[in-house]
């Protein structure tokens, strides 16, 4: 049996939580390696060459070393096709067509504002920085808009991609975790009710759950 | 029935599905979007695209959007047409990953300086030269980090052409036109690999069929 996969860096990180909801989704044992990034170990040689971005999330399994949240979800889920939740990356490609558009569409256009907001909100204030009050309102606004097209898909699909709850869906857990409990923005999110039904159906699952739990438990 | 592209030859995204296509040989219709005139944001267009931008793409009864989902879709259906766009096996892992490189890191800064170096002025605005520079700033460390990647890779994703180094395409033929040019120039191999990705034919009949319209 193959050793536990591993992943770097800290759970507090919306990309490193996106790869470890997948993980979990898919039933692959992993190893949760700590990074210092308040030390800077991120950007240091030994940790670059994993990550030459300096970034988080690493991977690393028996056969490779990659990077990039989405890059390593789509990789555990085409290794992993058989184990856990099936449905997560179909490899139906009809099916597997719309589960990528919507995975651009939160890379491209749900991910700038949210995760400007998530900064903004959540970690500026612990790390001593000056909140920036013009940024907060234009991606409120971006959001805003964005919002307005989920609600009106959901409206006649129950996940993004279709029926199925699938890495699309997935992708978005992280940043809007903490945009509705830390950011104060649960309203954006409740006052829209396709997307109020879609946030309280992914942000239930048991996966979820447990990321939220290893997030506290750090 | 022939798939159809929904864009505006001047949209980098919807090249980088003029240029798939092309790289595979396939028959498509292009369906110009006046987006002066606001056609993406009207009712038909938002059926096709419900964020009002383009490319869209249609191919039979399906619809899709976002450019990196339909090059996707077009590798991986037509696989045994034209040019192989993805790896089979183990190196595709690593073609992902450069490919979510595109689209994180040297997309958001490119972009930024394709706007204010070239469509601002198109559009009678002033380029902001505080935001020049501080993308190009930002913009030669990622191209530091690829001269490091082309060193031990002949190309991005693995060692052949593939999505990975083709997302790039549209935004280097902008910049490659502007003073950017210097730092791609700056640096062996990022330079021979972007002479390499530039000198492709599919690039060339889509760049004749922007000329045209």
């Not at chain 2, 790289?23 to 369906?31: A, D, H, M, Q, Y």
């Not at chain 2, 700033?137 to 991005?156: F, G, H, P, T």
Request: net charge neutral; hydrophobic share 40%.
């Amino acid at each position: 049996m193959a050793a536990p996969v591993k992943v770097y860096g800290p759970t507090l990180s919306t990309a490193v939580s996106r790869v470890l909801a997948c993980l979990l989704e898919k039933d692959v044992e992993f190893q949760l390696v700590p990074v210092n990034m308040a030390t800077g170990e991120h950007k240091k040689p030994e940790y670059l060459k994993i990550q030459p971005f300096g970034q988080v999330p690493a991977f690393q399994d028996e056969s490779i070393a990659i990077f990039e949240s989405r890059a390593i979800c789509r990789y555990i889920c085409e290794k992993h096709a058989d184990k856990g939740n099936k449905n997560l990356y179909s490899t139906n490609p009809l099916v597997k067509a719309s589960i990528e558009q919507w995975l651009e569409a939160e890379g491209q256009t749900y991910n700038p504002p949210s995760s400007a907001l998530v900064f903004q909100l959540a970690f500026a204030p612990r790390m001593n920085i000056k909140q920036d009050e013009e940024s907060i309102k234009l991606n409120d606004q971006k959001l805003s808009k964005v919002l307005d097209i989920y609600d009106q898909r959901l409206e006649s699909s129950r996940f993004l991609a279709g029926d199925e709850f699938t890495l699309a869906d997935l992708s978005h857990l992280p940043n809007t975790h903490y945009l509705v409990t830390v950011g104060n923005r649960g309203e954006a999110f409740s006052s829209r009710k396709n997307v109020d039904r879609w946030w309280n159906e992914i942000s239930s699952r048991d996966s979820w759950k447990k990321v939220v739990e290893m997030q506290k438990s750090k | 029935m022939v798939m159809k592209v929904h864009g505006s030859v001047l949209s980098t995204a919807a090249m980088r599905v003029l240029i798939a296509l092309n790289e595979k040989g396939l028959e498509f219709e292009f369906v110009p979007v006046d987006m002066r005139a606001g056609e993406h944001k009207k009712e038909h267009f938002l059926a096709l695209n419900p964020f009002g931008q383009v490319p869209a793409f249609e191919d039979g009864d399906l619809k899709l959007f976002e450019s990196r989902a339909i090059t996707q879709y077009i590798a991986h259906v037509y696989e045994d047409k034209g040019t192989p766009l993805v790896c089979e096996g183990k190196p595709m892992a690593t073609v992902v990953v450069w490919m979510e490189v595109e689209a994180h890191q040297f997309d958001p800064v490119g972009s930024k300086l394709q706007w204010e170096l070239l469509l601002k002025p198109m559009f009678g605005m002033a380029t902001d030269a505080a935001v020049v520079e501080e993308n190009e700033a930002k913009l030669a460390k990622v191209l530091d980090i690829y001269e490091a990647r082309l060193s031990q890779s002949k190309y991005l994703g693995c060692d052949c052409f593939t999505l990975a180094d083709l997302h790039h395409l549209p935004i280097l033929t902008n910049l490659m036109g502007t003073h950017v040019k210097k730092l791609f120039d700056a640096r062996p191999k990022v330079s021979a690999w972007v002479a390499d990705i530039m000198a492709r034919p599919a690039l060339a009949k889509v760049l004749a069929m922007r000329n045209q319209q």
